[in-house]
Every structure is written in structure tokens, then in C-alpha cells.
């Protein structure tokens, strides 16, 4: 099921593309009403752990393309099947193409040999639920439920329970629904658009969020659980406890991040770059949780598998199929706080790029699992493919143990209590997931019991994770306490803002409230109240204007602290296109004080809309005769005025400057154009190895935004080959701009060559090359990808494997040993104890937070998990100078710096021509390979151990 919700396409950098021009279905799709046989393709080449066995269970002419389904009480499997066909929302409402099949294995061999189209003429059905003698399906607009009243196999009565949700044919839209123990009909749903309302006509919501919907089964009560701006929630399922555990596409973008994400009630979850789609929706926390980020995989079907046989009774094991890498991982869930953590073990690894998995199911009846395969037909959306093969058809696979007593059914039954005092008694528990399984009981039910508000009260005062904080947030906004009166701690009065923010926001009162909280805020010592203020400011109606006057204030002070420096720039950057910003802007340009000015310019270096004001030239002149460090360079150019271009351009022709410097006066400019001399320099920097990282990196932002003639892209085609990851990428655009086939070709050509080709997500190329011939992506860079992707997922497999090997055999005394001696460099840039240095994280205390496989992770993958704050950065000075490392601090005398020998050095401000952060890790890939494996699994035993 090229689960069409392969994640809708990529709105932040690509449109979806042109649906099938005609309406035509193919031969393939065609077929009777009822279909008798087996079919039995060969099994393709696949990976599945010792004690696994997989089997075709339907094949054509059974079903076509499989996208998602169910199994009823009967062992009848359901199946939304597409014809093969590509079209957009006009044309499928126009002739709908689709149908709903009813797969059955009527001699009870384990393989099914009848079809029948149990519903025809469906849009797109994505999902199916059994219930009560009818099937419900998700197909756009809505939910249908469809029931078989004289038992021929054939739904003879049909009606929309609920409607009002948008599509476009790219399978980002509506999906489900799925039954929650609790009796309601679960359903996700894409950001496309919808116009939710009651069966009386009243409104639930109209808006551009994606989300998680419910209704009882007659299709009342609509609500929606969740809303967000990712792109495409696919599936959820359901714990012990109810919660919902789902998979979600595009969830983040640049780079691209598909999700598994524990959907709390009541969360609105944000995505920088859309979060317009949910700006009428008050939120609690400004970063909601999310549990497992994958990467680009294309997230489609998942279930949970409830008699996976596990020692480990608390672990609950998620199933997830991805799209476009041909796999089914195991994800074992186990509690973390207040919600879970997830842990990727490969299960089944498919060798064939054509098989494009979208739905897994348990078969209660005997534990194994179903598994849906739709083909090669979708190309809308995300899929690693950019042509259509509608005649490459999908097929249903089974997995089960071969050795049947492997398949125990295990217990899921919830042993939570629904009455009053038990929720009491859990949120008083010292058990965090206890306790925030009863907040969203209080957040559902909404009791106005006094023991309950002051068990609330309490909490406020409480250390709380992100989830435990945003229940207890959503539920005293729907309980309206009236707590807050007088003096309070800084935590409790930044709940408190929040609560009242998005019930009060636009009162006087409140923003009263926020004056006094100003005039006593210390951003560094009460962070989360300064984090409450902000955000407050974002929604107020004057706002910035309180805002700009309270830091008028501030400014006047001879002793302004970092803290509030920084305060003030987190908030006037919201603001930027309002006067009093302005003019706050232009007092903080001709500050005394570097650390005020810095923070300006960074406001102006990081805006995206262009906004300038003249009022600010002066100072900017000063400051690019005098001082023209990076951050002046950055400023200047998204102010994108033609003012300052005179002085670039001296500057750019000054040989007798730094080559970073005289890059980014040219990038700063508006109307320099790179052409003969300037194109020859920047394309030089390029091909020269001995060019520093910096000025590389310089170079090739500098090429992709150009525009290019033929000849200069195909002078530029060769680097291609050679460029380092974060040159690459800035490089891929101009791919995609070209539009000759015989540039692409040729940048094709060269980056199937490039050593790094794996360190860009697939849809990265995909989307360069989308609106070109497919067969120049197809068949030039892809299988080069794949084989690169092949060999580090090869790699990826041995974790769990030398996990358990650490546990059963790793010697911790003799791992200490190992790390003091030398061996695997460890000690070169880590500190444990007194022993090593300090350019990466402390380890002294490693083992409390990361486990065996984590471990093994950051030292086979050093690149895939940076921590925050030890990035690597490579600095350039006026000099011409380079340094390599990590910064500790910014201070008013420049950057605190700890290089790659382990010095400190303090770099000034004004001497700094280039400051690069770079996508990979100062920890070098391969040191798995610099000792034997028994030192290896020693030393991360004992990693494990520091506690």
C-alpha cells in the first residue's frame, strides 16, 4: 500500500505531481464481481528472525493493489483495493475507481481463494474496522459504514456517518478508522483541509490541521483527540491503558521525519514551517513529545502484536511497515516517564523495490500477522519511486512462527479503574505514567470535585515531563479554577499564564498581569516563566507593544544582563514587522554594548520575510566598515535592499581579505550576479580541496541560489562527485531549477559517484529530480542510494545482535581498562572521571541514560544522534585561519572554543569570518573497526555501568 499517506507528497519543498492525464483504468484493475482460486506467486528474497516463516496468502487476481484492511469475527479478511490508477480529488469523485474486497479462505488451508467486491465505486478507501455486522471504512470525504443485510458478500447499504475531510489523491487524508476499547471509532486524517461538524449542523472544527478524530459508531459525538501540521497521520492502535500509539509522515521537514508519536489528548502538535494551520488553537506546550523520529521511511500501516512472546511482561511490542525501504520493524515499547520509549529492532526486510508495504494486522486467532503489499502503482506523494507501475501488482503476506507454541497469547487487559477516588489516588502517585493517566481521565471528565483541584493545585507546583505538563495544563483550562492569588513560585505562575493565556489572553487584566511579571523577571533564574511571558506575547493583541516598552527599560540599564538580552531577542523576533519592534530594533543597532548588538543582528540574520526600515542603515553601515563579521554579512542580506551593495562590492574585490570574507559580501548583496570572474572564483573555491570547509560551504549556498545558464551548470555537474554532505545538499536545488534533461543527467551521472550519496534523504533526490524524465532518478541515482542505504543498514542489523552480546558476555573491569589504555580513541575527546578530555559529552554517568544498543549506536553511527551544544563548528578568522571544534560559550570577548587537540582558545567577535556548524559528528565513523569485538563489547558494558 504505497501507503498513500506515504506522507502526501512534500509540501515544504515539493508539490505533488500531475495526477494520470486521462481516466482510463488498467487492464489490471479490471476484474468480476467475485474472484475463486489461489494464487501462488514465489516468495521474494527476505530477511525474517530464526523461527519466522513468511507466505502468500492472496495474490492476483484475488486483489490488485491491497492498501489497508481488517479482519471481522469471522477471519474474513477486508481490503481497500486500488485499480492502479494516479488521480486527483476531481477525478475521483468524478468515477470512482476503488473498492472495498471480501477476502475468505473458504477450505480453511491458511491462504484465502475468494474475492468478491464487497462495496465498488469507493474514492480512496484507506482502512477498514468490523463492528456489529458492518464494516466501517475511511475513503474521502468521510467514514462509511457499510453492511451486508442479506449475507452475499456484497454491501447493499451504505451511508457517510461522518464527512467534511478533504483530500487530493496523494493518500495524505483519511484513514481508518479503528475500534479503542472504550467503544469510539478512531480515525486519522492529513492536512488537507476539513469542515467538521455534528449530525445537527454544529461546527466542530474547520481548519487546515491534521489529526486524530473519534465518534461513536452512529457517527455522533465528533471530536477530534489530537490536531497538528505534520502531514499525514497513517494508523494508530491502542495500548493496555488505551493510550494511542500512532505513526505519522512528515511530522518534521529539512530533513524529513517520520514519527511515531503517543497522540495525548488534547495536544496540538507544531511543525515550524505550518504552523498557520493551527493558529486558532491554543496550545500548552510550544514543543510537544514525540517518541521515535525515523527519518525519511514513508510510515504506513502499524498494529500492536499482542502475543509476541516476550520475557519482558511491562514491554509491549508496535508493529510499523515502511513504505519505501521494503521493511516491518518491532518496535518495543516500554514505559519512560510518563509515556514510552521505543526501541527499533528490525523484523522482516524485503528485497524487492518494487513491494511497497502500507498495513500489518495480528489474526487473533492464531497470533500471526497479516501484511499488505500494494505494489508499484502510487506515485503521488512521497514514494521513492517517480513512475507509476500499475502493473507491478501487490499481494497479502502472513508471518508466523513455525513452531506454533511460540504464538502465547499474552495479557492485555487494562487494569485501569474508572471511579472518582481511584483518579484521585493516582494523581497523588509518585508513579509518573500512574499519574498522568489520571490527569487525562480529570482532562476527559472534567470533575469539579474539590479534593481533585487541590490535588491539581499541588501538581502545579510539581516537576512534571512534557506530557504529565500539558494534561495538567489542558485540564485546568477546561476547569477554569480560580488558583492563582498572590505570591507564587515561578513555575506555578508560568502554568498559570498558560492557563489563563488562552482564556484571558486579550483582557486587560492579563495584561496587567504580564507587566508585573516583567518588572521582576530574571530570564536566568526563572526560565520557565520567561518561556510563559514569550509565549504570551506571541498571541496578545498588543503584545509587542508591552513588550518594547518594558525593554526600553531595560536597555536604558548600565548592567543588562545576558539573560535579558537574550530574553529580548527571543521575543522581538516574533515581532520584527510591527512598529514599536522596529523601533526597539534601531535603539538595540546603536547599543553600546556588543552582546545588545549581536543579539539585533541575529534578530535580522534569522528573519524570513524580508522586513527592513531605514532607520537602521546607519548603524549597519558602521558596523560593515568597522567590524564585518558573519553575522553583519547575514543581516544585511535578508534585509535585501540594494543600500549596502556599493560596499559588498568594494569588499568582494579586495584580494587583500579573506576569501570567507569576500564570499559573503558578494552573498550579501542583492544585485551581484555570479557571472565571469565572480563565477569563476566561487566555482573555484569549490573544486579546490585545499579550500577551507567554510568557504565551501559559502560557495555552494552561493551557486544554488544564483541563476545559472546551461553552460555554467554544466561546468559546475563535475563537482558533484566530490562535494562534502552539507555542500551537497545546498547543491541539490539547483538540480531541480535546471530543468534541461541533459544537466540532470549529467548531475545525475556524477552524484551516483559521490562517496557521501547517503548522507541526503531519498526524498531529497527524489525531489531534485521530480520534474524531470524519471528515468534519469530511476536509474542513475537511485540504485546508487540503495546500495549505499543497503550497506548501512547491514550495519544497523548488528546492533540488536551485539547488544545481547555486551549483556551476556561484555567484561565492564576490562572495558575501564580499554578506555584508560587508549584503545578506540575514546579517550581522546571524552572525560570519565578524572581520566580524558572534554571536546564531547562527560561519560562519567552515561550508563543511567543510554543502554547496551544506544551505545553501540553512537559509536557504529557517531553522525546519526548529536547531542545538543557539542555540534561541530568550524570557525574562520580575518587571518585566513581555521579552527575545528566545540564551542563552549559566547562570551562579550568572542567564542569560548575547545578544538580537536583539546585547547581552549577564545576567538574575538570582530576577527571571525566564517563560523560553519557541521551536519556530522567530530567523532569519526569506523572506530568499531579500530578494535576487536570482544574490546568493543567490554568497553560499552562498562559504559553501561557508569551510573
Not at 587508549?822 to 581520566?835: D, E, L
Amino acid at each position: 500500500m504505497r501507503r498513500l499517506l506515504l506522507l502526501a507528497a512534500i509540501p515544504a519543498f515539493a508539490a505533488d505531481l500531475p495526477p494520470d492525464k486521462g481516466l482510463t483504468i488498467p487492464e489490471s484493475g479490471k476484474r468480476p464481481g467475485v474472484v475463486t482460486g489461489k494464487a501462488s506467486p514465489a516468495l521474494p528474497k527476505h530477511d525474517l528472525p530464526e523461527g519466522y516463516q513468511l507466505q502468500v496468502v492472496a495474490a492476483a487476481p484475488l486483489v490488485t493493489h491491497p492498501i489497508m484492511g481488517c479482519l471481522d469475527d469471522r477471519g474474513r479478511l477486508f481490503v481497500g483495493d486500488a485499480v492502479g490508477v494516479n488521480w486527483n480529488k476531481a477525478q475521483l469523485e468524478a468515477s470512482p475507481p476503488n473498492r472495498v474486497l471480501l477476502l475468505e479462505d473458504t477450505d480453511k488451508d491458511g491462504t484465502f481463494d475468494k474475492s468478491t467486491v464487497f462495496a465498488d465505486k469507493m474514492t480512496f478507501p484507506q482502512g477498514a474496522c468490523w463492528l456489529n455486522g458492518s464494516l466501517y471504512v475511511g475513503s474521502p470525504p468521510g467514514i462509511w459504514k457499510l453492511t451486508d443485510t442479506d449475507n452475499d458478500g456484497v454491501a447493499d447499504q451504505r451511508e457517510m456517518i461522518v464527512g467534511g475531510f478533504d483530500y487530493t489523491g496523494n493518500a495524505a487524508d483519511i484513514h481508518g478508522p479503528f475500534l479503542h476499547p472504550n467503544g469510539r471509532l478512531y480515525w486519522c486524517h492529513g492536512r488537507k483541509g476539513h469542515k467538521v461538524t455534528q449530525k445537527d449542523g454544529t461546527l466542530v472544527d474547520e481548519s487546515l490541521a491534521c489529526g486524530i478524530w473519534s465518534c461513536k459508531p452512529d457517527g455522533t459525538d465528533v471530536a477530534w483527540h489530537s490536531l497538528g501540521c505534520g502531514d499525514n497521520p497513517v494508523e494508530v492502535d491502542f495500548t493496555r491503558d488505551g493510550d494511542i500509539i500512532g505513526v505519522q509522515n512528515l511530522y518534521y521537514s529539512q530533513p524529513r521525519g517520520d514519527t511515531i508519536i503517543h497522540w495525548l489528548y488534547g495536544g496540538v502538535y507544531e511543525r515550524s514551517d505550518q504552523l498557520k494551520a493551527i493558529a486558532h488553537l491554543p496550545r500548552t506546550l510550544e514543543t510537544m513529545p514525540v517518541m521515535y523520529n525515523f527519518g525519511h521511511v514513508a510510515v504506513s500501516g502499524c498494529c500492536f502484536w499482542k502475543s509476541y512472546p516476550t520475557k519482558n511482561t511491562s514491554a509491549q511490542q508496535f508493529m510499523v511497515t515502511h513504505f519505501n525501504t521494503q521493511r516491518l520493524v518491532r518496535m518495543e515499547l516500554t514505559p519512560s516517564g510518563s509515556t514510552y520509549k521505543a526501541v527499533e529492532n528490525e523484523f522482516l526486510k524485503l528485497y524487492n523495490p518494487d513491494i511497497h508495504l502500507t498495513d500489518v494486522m495480528e489474526d487473533p486467532r492464531d497470533g500471526s500477522l497479516l501484511l499488505l503489499d500494494t505494489g508499484g502503482w502510487f506515485r503521488i506523494g512521497c514514494p521513492s519511486s517517480l513512475m507509476a507501475k500499475s502493473d507491478l501488482l501487490g499481494a497479502v503476506y502472513r508471518i508466523k512462527p513455525k513452531n506454533p507454541q511460540l504464538a502465547v497469547q499474552t495479557t492485555n487487559d487494562s487494569v485501569r479503574k474508572d471511579d472518582l477516588q481511584s483518579q484521585i489516588a493516582a494523581l497523588k502517585s509518585n508513579d509518573d505514567h500512574t499519574r498522568r493517566l489520571a490527569l487525562e481521565w480529570v482532562a476527559k471528565n472534567l470533575p469539579q470535585e474539590g479534593e481533585v483541584m487541590s490535588v491539581l493545585g499541588q501538581l502545579m507546583e510539581q516537576e512534571l515531563d512534557p506530557s504529565s505538563e500539558h494534561l495538567l495544563i489542558y485540564a485546568l483550562r477546561q476547569m477554569k479554577p480560580p488558583f492563582h492569588s498572590g505570591p507564587a513560585s515561578d513555575r506555578y505562575m508560568s502554568r498559570w499564564l498558560l492557563v489563563e493565556l488562552a482564556r484571558h489572553g486579550s483582557e486587560k487584566s492579563f495584561a496587567n498581569e504580564i507587566e508585573g511579571s516583567l518588572r521582576r523577571l530574571d530570564p536566568e533564574t526563572s526560565p520557565s516563566l520567561a518561556d510563559a511571558i514569550r509565549r504570551s506575547f506571541e498571541v496578545m493583541p498588543d503584545g509587542d507593544q508591552i513588550a518594547s516598552a518594558a525593554f526600553t527599560g531595560w536597555l536604558k540599564a548600565s548592567d543588562i544582563t545576558q539573560g535579558r538580552v537574550s530574553f529580548i531577542k527571543q521575543v522581538i523576533s516574533g515581532h520584527l514587522a510591527k512598529p514599536s519592534a522596529q523601533s526597539l530594533m534601531t535603539a538595540m543597532l546603536g547599543h553600546g554594548l556588543v552582546d545588545v548588538r549581536m543579539a539585533a543582528l541575529s534578530i535580522l540574520a534569522a528573519q524570513t520575510s524580508g522586513i527592513t526600515n531605514d532607520a537602521w542603515f546607519p548603524a549597519l553601515d558602521k558596523l560593515l566598515a568597522e567590524s564585518p563579521t558573519p553575522l553583519v554579512f547575514d543581516a544585511i542580506k535578508k534585509l535585501k535592499t540594494p543600500h549596502f551593495d556599493a560596499a559588498l562590492q568594494t569588499m568582494a574585490n579586495d584580494t587583500k581579505r579573506p576569501l570567507a570574507i569576500r564570499l559573503k559580501a558578494l552573498d550579501a548583496a542583492k544585485s551581484v550576479k555570479l557571472a565571469g570572474e565572480t563565477f569563476t572564483m566561487v566555482k573555484g573555491v569549490l573544486a579546490d580541496a585545499a579550500s577551507s570547509s567554510a568557504a565551501k560551504i559559502q560557495a555552494a549556498g552561493m551557486i544554488a541560489s544564483a541563476p545559472l545558464a546551461k553552460p555554467q551548470l554544466l561546468e559546475i555537474a563535475p563537482l558533484f562527485a566530490t562535494l562534502g554532505p552539507v555542500e551537497l545538499k545546498s547543491l541539490l536545488g539547483i538540480v531541480r531549477k535546471s530543468k534541461e534533461p541533459e544537466v540532470a543527467r549529467a548531475f545525475a551521472s556524477e552524484i551516483a559517484k559521490n562517496p557521501v550519496i547517503a548522507s541526503q534523504q531519498e526524498s531529497a533526490y527524489r525531489t531534485a529530480f521530480s520534474d524531470l524524465p524519471p528515468d534519469i532518478f530511476e536509474t542513475i541515482v537511485l540504485p546508487a542510494y540503495n546500495a549505499a542505504i543497503a550497506a548501512s543498514e547491514s550495519k544497523k542489523r548488528l546492533l540488536g545482535p551485539l547488544a545481547d552480546k555486551v549483556i551476556a558476555s561484555g567484561n565492564a573491569s576490562n572495558g575501564k581498562k580499554n578506555f584508560e589504555m587508549g584503545k578506540g580513541t575514546c579517550i581522546a575527546c571524552h572525560k570519565i572521571g578524572s581520566a580524558g578530555r572534554p571536546i564531547g559529552p562527560d561519560l562519567s554517568h552515561i550508563g543511567a541514560i543510554r543502554t547496551e544498543r544506544d551505545l553501540l549506536e553512537s559509536i557504529l553511527f557517531p553522525s546519526n544522534t548529536l547531542a545538543r551544544d557539542y555540534e561541530a563548528h568550524v570557525i574562520e578568522t580575518s587571518d585566513g585561519q581555521q579552527t575545528l571544534g566545540v564551542i563552549k560559550s559566547h562570551t562579550a570577548e568572542g567564542l569560548l572554543v575547545v578544538d580537536i587537540a583539546g585547547q581552549e582558545k577564545t576567538i574575538a567577535h570582530q576577527t571571525i569570518a566564517g563560523d560553519t556548524t557541521l551536519t556530522t559528528s567530530l567523532m569519526p565513523q569506523g572506530l568499531d573497526q579500530t578494535m576487536p569485538e570482544t574490546d568493543l563489547l567490554d568497553l560499552v558494558a562498562w559504559l553501561r555501568s557508569l551510573k
